[in-house]
């Protein structure tokens, strides 16, 4: 019995460069993210503020002006990325809902571009609404302005994951929201994220979310930014505030961090 063919890698970055003009953003990105069927992988973006962690999302979906890269190559499942598309999903920190819509409409909006029928998209909706822990009887009829930031983000979610993407960009979703309620959604989203087994980009200013919910973390340097450290972590199999005291994990933000703080010292020299 032969073995089974490797398809291509999720992502291919290869001496990625972007500039603004005269400004830099990132330099001689280079990563790839392989395939895993059945999984997806979730992969963590740390660095200082400004050194191009979200241009790296927005290469990869295609958004202009941050596409195209000024130099080297992005490929998406071995093809250049040439425009957005469907296999990719972005949940951003602002909270992006249709003000005038519900709850239910805002879910099932995607749905509705694709031409799904009224009652399949309702029905598909109301389980999305259910899996990302809203009331479906309460929450579905309200509209944006009456949820808080954490529910908006619920809602931003379950729109996201109702359209089973193959990929899913996040640039820091739970950046707004309070301590509790930030771990509450990790815990969400790592749940969400077997689930669809997509491979996850995510972009985050804090350490300990990187560590918590990604299969490796990619440390960026100051900008003009590029990968400085790529650290491979156990995947999270209890809730954050249980792996949150453990030694390894304690371990390895600490060992972060050092990068971190070396990182805006140097900078501070720089100056």
Known sequence: MSASIPGPNVFDFADVTKRFGGHTVIRDVTFAVPDLPGKGEFVAILGPSGCGKSTVLRLIAALRPHYPATEGTVL?????VDCPGSDRSMVFQDYTSFDNRTVEDNVAFGLECRGVPVRERRERAREW????????KRDAVKYPSELSGGMRQRVAIARTLILSPRIILMDEPFGALDPTTRLHMQALLVDLWKEAQATVFFVTHSIDEAIYLGDRVYVFSSAPGTIIREMKVPPPDRPPKEMLREPGFVERVCEIRDIMDNLAASTRAGD
């Open 76 to 80: 998406v499942l071995g093809k250049p």
């Open 129 to 136: 609404i259910a899996k990302v822990g809203l009331d479906v």
